[in-house]
Protein backbone atom coordinates (compact mmCIF):
# COMPACT_ATOMS: atom_id res chain seq x y z
CA UNK A 1 0.00 0.00 0.00
CA UNK A 2 2.89 2.31 -1.11
CA UNK A 3 0.76 4.92 -2.43
CA UNK A 4 -1.70 5.42 0.50
CA UNK A 5 1.21 6.22 2.84
CA UNK A 6 2.76 8.69 0.47
CA UNK A 7 -0.86 10.24 0.36
CA UNK A 8 -1.22 10.25 3.83
CA UNK A 9 2.15 11.28 4.67
CA UNK A 10 3.73 13.61 1.83
CA UNK A 11 6.61 13.92 3.67
CA UNK A 12 7.40 10.05 2.57
CA UNK A 13 7.64 11.85 -0.94
CA UNK A 14 10.18 14.28 -0.12
CA UNK A 15 11.86 11.43 1.67
CA UNK A 16 11.63 8.65 -1.29
CA UNK A 17 13.10 11.83 -3.49
CA UNK A 18 15.79 12.41 -1.34
CA UNK A 19 17.21 8.88 -0.69
CA UNK A 20 16.71 7.80 -4.72
CA UNK A 21 17.71 10.82 -6.59
CA UNK A 22 21.63 10.27 -7.33
CA UNK A 23 22.27 13.22 -5.07
CA UNK A 24 26.37 13.09 -5.73
CA UNK A 25 26.27 14.49 -9.33
CA UNK A 26 24.83 17.78 -7.45
CA UNK A 27 27.03 18.25 -4.77
CA UNK A 28 29.62 20.97 -4.80
CA UNK A 29 33.18 20.61 -4.55
CA UNK A 30 33.50 22.48 -1.46
CA UNK A 31 31.89 19.78 0.76
CA UNK A 32 34.31 16.93 0.47
CA UNK A 33 37.26 18.41 -1.66
CA UNK A 34 39.84 21.82 -1.33
CA UNK A 35 42.79 22.58 -3.77
CA UNK A 36 45.97 21.61 -2.86
CA UNK A 37 47.97 23.56 -5.55
CA UNK A 38 47.58 25.49 -8.44
CA UNK A 39 45.02 27.41 -6.94
CA UNK A 40 45.23 31.10 -7.93
CA UNK A 41 41.80 31.11 -9.58
CA UNK A 42 43.08 30.67 -13.19
CA UNK A 43 44.45 27.13 -12.72
CA UNK A 44 41.55 26.11 -10.95
CA UNK A 45 38.44 27.48 -11.81
CA UNK A 46 34.32 27.03 -11.49
CA UNK A 47 34.04 25.63 -8.28
CA UNK A 48 30.97 24.33 -8.32
CA UNK A 49 29.16 21.34 -9.11
CA UNK A 50 31.88 20.81 -11.96
CA UNK A 51 36.00 22.10 -11.82
CA UNK A 52 38.24 22.72 -14.30
CA UNK A 53 41.83 22.12 -14.05
CA UNK A 54 44.15 24.08 -16.60
CA UNK A 55 47.78 23.92 -17.00
CA UNK A 56 49.79 26.52 -18.94
CA UNK A 57 53.78 26.92 -18.67
CA UNK A 58 53.45 28.49 -15.26
CA UNK A 59 51.82 25.69 -13.72
CA UNK A 60 49.39 22.34 -13.44
CA UNK A 61 47.13 21.98 -10.71
CA UNK A 62 45.12 19.64 -7.95
CA UNK A 63 42.79 18.76 -5.60
CA UNK A 64 41.89 16.57 -2.79
CA UNK A 65 39.11 14.93 -0.56
CA UNK A 66 38.98 16.97 3.01
CA UNK A 67 39.11 13.48 4.71
CA UNK A 68 40.95 10.80 4.80
CA UNK A 69 39.20 6.98 4.63
CA UNK A 70 39.03 3.46 5.11
CA UNK A 71 37.34 2.42 2.69
CA UNK A 72 34.79 3.24 0.21
CA UNK A 73 33.68 3.34 -4.00
CA UNK A 74 35.36 6.47 -5.08
CA UNK A 75 34.02 8.03 -8.44
CA UNK A 76 34.70 10.63 -10.27
CA UNK A 77 33.39 11.94 -13.76
CA UNK A 78 36.07 13.18 -15.89
CA UNK A 79 37.07 14.35 -19.22
CA UNK A 80 40.22 15.28 -19.77
CA UNK A 81 42.10 17.37 -22.18
CA UNK A 82 41.88 16.68 -26.04
CA UNK A 83 43.81 17.69 -29.15
CA UNK A 84 47.28 17.73 -29.46
CA UNK A 85 48.57 16.70 -25.72
CA UNK A 86 51.79 14.67 -25.26
CA UNK A 87 53.20 15.02 -22.14
CA UNK A 88 49.70 16.08 -20.25
CA UNK A 89 48.80 14.09 -17.69
CA UNK A 90 45.71 13.74 -16.09
CA UNK A 91 45.39 12.10 -12.54
CA UNK A 92 42.44 10.44 -10.40
CA UNK A 93 43.77 8.38 -7.67
CA UNK A 94 43.39 7.94 -4.23
CA UNK A 95 46.43 7.74 -1.89
CA UNK A 96 47.26 7.78 1.90
CA UNK A 97 48.86 10.89 3.31
CA UNK A 98 52.76 10.33 3.47
CA UNK A 99 55.66 12.28 3.89
CA UNK A 100 58.38 9.29 4.10
CA UNK A 101 57.15 7.87 0.89
CA UNK A 102 55.09 4.90 2.49
CA UNK A 103 52.28 5.72 0.92
CA UNK A 104 49.33 3.15 -0.49
CA UNK A 105 48.01 4.95 -3.44
CA UNK A 106 45.95 3.62 -6.76
CA UNK A 107 46.05 5.34 -9.82
CA UNK A 108 44.52 6.10 -12.96
CA UNK A 109 46.49 7.93 -14.63
CA UNK A 110 45.50 9.67 -18.27
CA UNK A 111 48.58 10.06 -20.69
CA UNK A 112 47.80 12.42 -23.96
CA UNK A 113 49.34 11.88 -26.96
CA UNK A 114 49.37 13.58 -30.69
CA UNK A 115 46.36 14.37 -32.82
CA UNK A 116 45.06 10.59 -34.01
CA UNK A 117 46.91 8.59 -31.30
CA UNK A 118 44.75 7.64 -28.65
CA UNK A 119 44.84 8.75 -25.14
CA UNK A 120 46.30 5.72 -23.15
CA UNK A 121 45.09 5.15 -19.78
CA UNK A 122 47.39 3.60 -17.17
CA UNK A 123 46.72 2.20 -13.40
CA UNK A 124 49.16 1.46 -11.06
CA UNK A 125 49.28 0.47 -7.19
CA UNK A 126 51.85 1.30 -4.63
CA UNK A 127 51.67 -0.90 -1.13
CA UNK A 128 54.15 1.07 1.25
CA UNK A 129 55.71 3.42 -1.17
CA UNK A 130 56.26 0.18 -4.35
CA UNK A 131 54.52 0.98 -7.27
CA UNK A 132 56.24 -0.57 -10.10
CA UNK A 133 52.89 -2.36 -11.47
CA UNK A 134 51.58 -0.66 -14.28
CA UNK A 135 49.15 -1.77 -16.52
CA UNK A 136 48.04 0.57 -19.86
CA UNK A 137 45.30 0.73 -21.89
CA UNK A 138 43.45 2.22 -24.48
CA UNK A 139 40.08 3.19 -24.01
CA UNK A 140 37.55 1.79 -26.32
CA UNK A 141 36.01 5.64 -26.82
CA UNK A 142 37.56 9.07 -26.56
CA UNK A 143 37.88 10.73 -22.52
CA UNK A 144 38.00 13.70 -24.31
CA UNK A 145 34.88 14.02 -25.83
CA UNK A 146 32.69 13.49 -23.34
CA UNK A 147 32.60 12.77 -19.19
CA UNK A 148 32.96 9.52 -18.37
CA UNK A 149 32.85 7.77 -15.03
CA UNK A 150 35.80 6.43 -13.30
CA UNK A 151 36.17 4.83 -9.92
CA UNK A 152 37.90 2.87 -7.27
CA UNK A 153 36.19 0.06 -5.03
CA UNK A 154 38.27 -0.22 -1.90
CA UNK A 155 36.87 -2.46 0.62
CA UNK A 156 38.51 -5.41 2.49
CA UNK A 157 38.10 -8.42 -0.21
CA UNK A 158 39.03 -6.47 -3.41
CA UNK A 159 40.22 -3.39 -5.04
CA UNK A 160 38.80 -2.65 -8.22
CA UNK A 161 38.99 0.10 -11.01
CA UNK A 162 36.05 0.84 -13.32
CA UNK A 163 35.66 2.61 -16.39
CA UNK A 164 31.79 3.46 -16.44
CA UNK A 165 30.69 -0.49 -15.44
CA UNK A 166 33.81 -2.06 -16.81
CA UNK A 167 36.12 -3.15 -13.96
CA UNK A 168 39.31 -2.88 -15.76
CA UNK A 169 41.99 -3.97 -12.89
CA UNK A 170 41.06 -6.38 -10.01
CA UNK A 171 43.44 -6.94 -6.81
CA UNK A 172 41.89 -9.32 -4.27
CA UNK A 173 42.79 -8.50 -0.88
CA UNK A 174 44.13 -12.40 -0.05
CA UNK A 175 46.81 -11.08 2.53
CA UNK A 176 45.80 -13.58 5.27
CA UNK A 177 45.97 -16.24 2.88
CA UNK A 178 49.36 -15.81 0.72
CA UNK A 179 53.13 -14.80 2.05
CA UNK A 180 54.29 -11.36 0.80
CA UNK A 181 50.56 -11.12 -0.68
CA UNK A 182 50.66 -6.79 -0.77
CA UNK A 183 47.19 -4.94 -0.26
CA UNK A 184 46.78 -1.05 -0.29
CA UNK A 185 45.91 -0.39 4.04
CA UNK A 186 46.35 2.57 4.67
CA UNK A 187 43.48 5.48 5.40
CA UNK A 188 43.32 7.14 1.81
CA UNK A 189 42.30 10.86 0.51
CA UNK A 190 40.56 10.74 -2.91
CA UNK A 191 43.10 13.57 -5.42
CA UNK A 192 42.75 14.54 -9.22
CA UNK A 193 45.86 16.99 -10.88
CA UNK A 194 46.96 17.91 -14.27
CA UNK A 195 50.25 17.87 -14.57
CA UNK A 196 53.58 18.12 -16.77
CA UNK A 197 54.88 15.02 -17.18
CA UNK A 198 56.94 14.99 -20.50
CA UNK A 199 59.84 13.75 -18.81
CA UNK A 200 57.92 10.21 -19.21
CA UNK A 201 54.39 10.16 -20.65
CA UNK A 202 54.15 9.74 -23.96
CA UNK A 203 56.72 7.72 -25.72
CA UNK A 204 58.82 7.27 -22.50
CA UNK A 205 59.28 10.97 -22.34
CA UNK A 206 60.65 11.58 -26.21
CA UNK A 207 57.56 13.75 -27.15
CA UNK A 208 57.21 16.40 -24.58
CA UNK A 209 54.16 19.23 -23.91
CA UNK A 210 53.92 21.93 -26.61
CA UNK A 211 53.10 25.22 -24.31
CA UNK A 212 51.93 27.26 -27.45
CA UNK A 213 49.29 24.57 -27.69
CA UNK A 214 47.98 24.94 -24.48
CA UNK A 215 46.73 26.26 -21.67
CA UNK A 216 45.24 22.33 -21.52
CA UNK A 217 42.13 21.90 -19.11
CA UNK A 218 40.48 19.23 -17.28
CA UNK A 219 36.76 19.09 -16.20
CA UNK A 220 35.24 16.81 -13.33
CA UNK A 221 32.15 16.50 -11.63
CA UNK A 222 31.02 14.45 -9.47
CA UNK A 223 31.76 15.41 -5.87
CA UNK A 224 29.50 13.59 -3.60
CA UNK A 225 31.49 10.59 -1.83
CA UNK A 226 30.52 7.48 -0.80
CA UNK A 227 33.20 6.00 1.76
CA UNK A 228 34.13 5.61 5.22
CA UNK A 229 35.43 8.98 7.09
CA UNK A 230 38.93 7.34 8.76
CA UNK A 231 37.35 8.81 11.86
CA UNK A 232 33.60 7.58 11.81
CA UNK A 233 32.36 5.62 14.89
CA UNK A 234 31.00 2.90 12.04
CA UNK A 235 34.42 0.76 11.29
CA UNK A 236 35.46 0.77 7.88
CA UNK A 237 35.11 -2.65 7.42
CA UNK A 238 31.42 -2.90 8.46
CA UNK A 239 29.19 -4.84 6.30
CA UNK A 240 26.70 -2.61 7.10
CA UNK A 241 28.16 -0.14 4.87
CA UNK A 242 26.88 -0.68 0.92
CA UNK A 243 30.14 -0.85 -0.80
CA UNK A 244 31.05 -3.82 1.45
CA UNK A 245 28.19 -5.93 1.39
CA UNK A 246 28.37 -9.33 -0.62
CA UNK A 247 27.68 -8.21 -4.08
CA UNK A 248 30.91 -6.10 -3.79
CA UNK A 249 33.42 -8.68 -3.45
CA UNK A 250 34.06 -10.56 -5.91
CA UNK A 251 33.62 -9.97 -9.35
CA UNK A 252 30.16 -11.00 -10.55
CA UNK A 253 30.08 -13.53 -13.63
CA UNK A 254 28.97 -10.76 -15.90
CA UNK A 255 31.58 -8.24 -14.44
CA UNK A 256 34.18 -11.18 -14.67
CA UNK A 257 34.04 -11.78 -18.55
CA UNK A 258 33.89 -7.62 -19.33
CA UNK A 259 37.06 -7.76 -17.56
CA UNK A 260 38.40 -10.40 -19.02
CA UNK A 261 37.32 -8.47 -22.32
CA UNK A 262 39.22 -5.95 -21.61
CA UNK A 263 42.28 -7.36 -20.78
CA UNK A 264 41.88 -9.26 -24.15
CA UNK A 265 41.07 -6.27 -26.65
CA UNK A 266 42.40 -3.05 -24.85
CA UNK A 267 45.22 -3.87 -22.42
CA UNK A 268 48.57 -3.33 -23.96
CA UNK A 269 51.08 -3.57 -20.93
CA UNK A 270 50.71 -5.54 -17.90
CA UNK A 271 53.44 -5.69 -15.29
CA UNK A 272 52.56 -8.95 -14.27
CA UNK A 273 53.36 -10.25 -18.23
CA UNK A 274 56.63 -8.38 -18.31
CA UNK A 275 59.48 -11.09 -17.79
CA UNK A 276 62.17 -8.78 -19.02
CA UNK A 277 61.02 -6.34 -16.00
CA UNK A 278 61.60 -9.40 -13.23
CA UNK A 279 64.56 -11.33 -14.99
CA UNK A 280 66.14 -10.61 -12.03
CA UNK A 281 63.62 -9.89 -9.35
CA UNK A 282 60.74 -11.92 -7.97
CA UNK A 283 57.13 -10.87 -9.78
CA UNK A 284 55.13 -9.90 -7.56
CA UNK A 285 53.05 -11.88 -5.51
CA UNK A 286 49.59 -10.93 -6.88
CA UNK A 287 50.73 -11.62 -10.15
CA UNK A 288 49.96 -15.26 -9.58
CA UNK A 289 46.84 -15.02 -8.34
CA UNK A 290 44.89 -12.83 -10.98
C1 LIG B 1 42.37 10.62 9.45
O1 LIG B 1 41.95 11.73 8.66
C2 LIG B 1 42.43 12.98 9.07
C3 LIG B 1 41.78 14.02 8.22
O2 LIG B 1 41.91 13.71 6.88
C4 LIG B 1 43.97 12.98 9.00
O3 LIG B 1 44.47 14.21 9.43
C5 LIG B 1 44.52 11.85 9.86
O4 LIG B 1 45.91 11.78 9.69
C6 LIG B 1 43.89 10.53 9.44
N1 LIG B 1 44.35 9.45 10.27
C7 LIG B 1 44.98 8.41 9.79
C8 LIG B 1 45.33 7.33 10.74
O5 LIG B 1 45.27 8.31 8.61
C1 LIG C 1 42.68 -7.59 3.88
O1 LIG C 1 42.40 -8.86 4.42
C2 LIG C 1 42.98 -9.08 5.70
C3 LIG C 1 42.76 -10.55 6.05
O2 LIG C 1 41.39 -10.88 5.94
C4 LIG C 1 42.38 -8.12 6.69
O3 LIG C 1 42.94 -8.32 7.97
C5 LIG C 1 42.66 -6.69 6.23
O4 LIG C 1 42.00 -5.76 7.08
C6 LIG C 1 42.15 -6.49 4.81
N1 LIG C 1 42.61 -5.19 4.31
C7 LIG C 1 41.80 -4.14 4.24
C8 LIG C 1 42.40 -2.88 3.72
O5 LIG C 1 40.63 -4.14 4.60
Not at 52 to 78: H, V
Not at 253 to 280: E, G, I, L, P
Request: proline residues 5%; hydrophobic residues 35%.
Amino acid sequence: MASSSVQQRPWLLLLISVVLLPAAASVVFDVNYAPTWGADGYHLVDLGTEVRLTMDRSSGAGFGSRLSYGSGFFRMRIRVPGGYTPGVVTAFYVASDSASGNQDEVDLEFLGDVDGKPVTLQTNVFVGGHGEREQRLHLWFDPAADFHDYSVLWNPYQLVVFVDETPIRVLRNLTGSVPDYEFPAKPTRVRASLWDGSSWATDGGRTRVDWSRGPYTVAFRGFGVDACANTSATPCGSTDLWWNARRYRRLSVRQQAAYQNVRDTYMNYDYCADRDRFKNRKMPAECSYN
